[in-house]
């Protein structure tokens, strides 16, 4: 079947260290999205990729960064960590067309000491 | 951006009774989707039901069926028998029709109580 998957599921890193986390998805869908969630703030966008070599700053990029080399894999790196940046990352990804539901994976807790 | 508010943060329901979650939107779009999302502990985002904002019959999925009010801009979740799986954060979104991007509510946490 196909999926998404996220990993790590969980890290502690400490402030100003690089971190990535990963995003692979088997659907071979052409957009593919990063959120963050924090309590009171529902998801919000911070990058998105509508194909190959294509990325977009979604709503609170700043500090955020993503590359889109093939299909599939997606990766959110944080340049230098910020306990600000504390929160559980959810990658999606979706099919342009009518009905584009989007797809997520099972999130990932990012604690910054 | 479309902005997408659910006004309840928290929300509590009788184990077999029926509940509304409610969600409102803005948008200058005549073409849009809808769609509301459960979260459960586990943190996996499974997708409940969607509507179409052309259509005009509102959406039903088994015990799952929402109250679409263009003019409004409402877009209501109704649980019917409700059931401890049921107990969840639920989120609201937004996608424009000729768009990709979600926007998605600060979603309201539901608590079915036995």
């Known amino acids: 079947d196909a999926e998404i998957t996220q990993s790590p599921r969980h890290k502690i890193t400490e402030t100003g260290r690089q971190v990535t986390l990963a995003c692979h998805q088997t659907?071979?869908?052409?957009?593919m999205f990063w959120y963050r969630q924090d309590l009171g703030h529902g998801l919000r966008l911070i990058h998105y990729?509508?194909?190959?070599?294509?990325?977009n700053k979604g709503e609170v990029s700043d500090g955020y960064s993503v590359s889109r080399s093939n299909t599939e894999d997606l990766p959110l790196t944080l340049e230098s960590a910020a306990s600000s940046q504390t929160s559980v990352y959810f990658c999606?990804?979706?099919?342009?067309?009518?009905?584009?539901?989007?797809?997520f994976g099972p999130g990932t807790r990012l604690t910054v000491l | 951006a479309q902005t997408v508010t659910q006004s309840q943060p928290e929300m509590s329901v009788q184990e077999a009774e029926t509940v509304t979650l409610s969600c409102t939107y803005d948008?200058?779009?005549?073409?849009?989707?809808l769609f509301w999302y459960k979260q459960p502990p586990s943190r996996q985002m499974i997708l409940v039901i969607r509507q179409e904002a052309y259509k005009q019959q509102n959406a039903t999925e088994n015990r799952f069926s929402v109250n679409f009010q263009k003019a409004a801009k409402s877009f209501s979740l109704k649980i019917s028998d409700s059931q401890l799986g049921d107990a969840a954060m639920y989120f609201c979104a937004y996608r424009s029709g000729g768009g990709n991007q979600f926007y998605f509510g600060t979603g309201t946490s539901l608590t079915v109580i036995p």
């Open positions: 948008t200058s779009e005549s073409d849009y989707y």
């Open positions: 659907w071979n869908h052409n957009n």
């Open positions: 990729s509508y194909g190959v070599q294509d990325t």
């Open positions: 999606a990804s979706s099919e342009s067309g009518e009905w584009n539901e989007q797809f």
